[in-house]
């Protein structure tokens, strides 16, 4: 298991349009891949392959959060993502 902490910083945060890019990404992987953000409600995890449990984290700009994966290309995901999001979603 392979995971690193990244910041959001992009404007919009991880919603619609980012969102969907981190999971087409996300999707290209075999491990199993989740996300996961602490808050006032708690530590709370979500599959990163899924748009819905991603959107609703609410991920706003500013906000920390883990992606952790697990399996054969475990640390080629988390280096992907990690990408993806220091490069504010930009291909």
Excluded: C, Y
């Amino acid at each position: 298991m392979v995971s690193k902490e990244v910041i959001i910083n992009n404007q919009v945060g991880l919603h619609a349009r980012p969102a969907t890019f981190f999971i087409q990404k996300a999707n290209e992987f075999k491990s199993s891949i989740w996300i996961e953000k602490n808050d006032e409600k708690g530590e709370r995890r979500v599959n990163a392959k899924s748009l819905l449990g991603v959107l609703s984290l609410g991920i706003v700009k500013g906000t920390p959060m883990t992606i952790i994966a697990d399996g054969v290309d475990e640390s080629a995901a988390v280096a992907t993502l990690t990408a993806l999001v220091e490069n504010e979603f930009s291909e």
